[in-house]
T-cell receptor
Framework: QKEVEQDPGPLSVPEGAIVSLNCTYSNSAFQYFMWYRQYSRKGPELLMY????GNKEDGRFTAQVDKSSKYISLFIRDSQPSDSATYLCAMSSLTGGGNKLTFGTGTQLKVEL | GAVVSQHPSRVICKSGTSVKIECRSL??????MFWYRQFPKQSLMLMATSNEGSKATYEQGVEKDKFLINHASLTLSTLTVTSAHPEDSSFYICSARVAGGADTQYFGPGTRLTVL
């Protein structure tokens, strides 16, 4: 079993839809949770960073962490074609050597006109 | 803020040659930089962690003599792929952690290496 599981998609939605992206994890030591967006042939771009359980909102993006269920989500409201990309969840632990990140496999999202 | 650059963005070389890739943090100091490799439609695979002024820490299965890493300053780390072979063709991405900052990494745009 992988430490971080993420549905690879692809996920196709119409413009304006609410998108829900999710990751589950098995390591209870994970404390920091991040979502990155990666366009084709580009480096990942940090979207959201959260620490511990709860919600965090930034514009059209909301990150949600449920540590009791070992489950994190990213919601995108009013999705746009420019949101079409691969979304990677990543996490690390307080004691993780060298602050290494553990990534999900990424979910490919396509927002259609 | 937190911009990371990589050079070159794309390189094609002959088998047996060595290729150097630079990773720079442009507007912050990075005590720690990371090097990843990414295959098409797959996630990032951590190759090594690079700390300024000390030897890099390589992940299991990554040949340190093959992938030489140098982190000579707080804003520059280099990855040299020595005696490159076609199986080394990949997308190499670096990231940098802000010195004294939270546990986040900022990524460079990546370098596409093709070995003929």
């Amino acid at each position: 079993q992988k430490e971080v599981e993420q549905d690879p998609g692809p996920l196709s939605v119409p413009e304006g839809a609410i998108v829900s992206l999710n990751c589950t994890y098995s390591n209870s030591a994970f404390q920091y949770f991040m979502w990155y967006r990666q366009y084709s042939r580009k480096g990942p771009e940090l979207l959201m960073y959260t620490y511990s359980s709860g919600n965090k909102e930034d514009g059209r993006f909301t990150a949600q962490v449920d540590k009791s269920s070992k489950y994190i989500s990213l919601f995108i409201r009013d999705s746009q074609p420019s949101d079409s990309a691969t979304y990677l969840c990543a996490m690390s632990s307080l004691t993780g050597g060298g602050n290494k990140l553990t990534f999900g496999t990424g979910t490919q999202l396509k927002v259609e006109l | 803020g937190a911009v990371v650059s990589q050079h070159p963005s794309r390189v094609i070389c002959k088998s047996g040659t060595s290729v150097k890739i630079e990773c720079r943090s442009l507007d912050f100091q990075a005590t720690t930089m990371f090097w990843y490799r990414q295959f098409p439609k797959q996630s990032l695979m951590l190759m090594a962690t690079s700390n300024e002024g000390s030897k890099a820490t390589y992940e299991q299965g990554v040949e340190k003599d093959k992938f030489l890493i140098n982190h000579a300053s707080l804003t520059l780390s280099t990855l040299t792929v020595t005696s490159a072979h076609p199986e080394d063709s990949s997308f190499y991405i670096c990231s940098a952690r802000v010195a004294g900052g939270a546990d986040t990494q900022y990524f460079g745009p990546g370098t596409r290496l093709t070995v003929l």
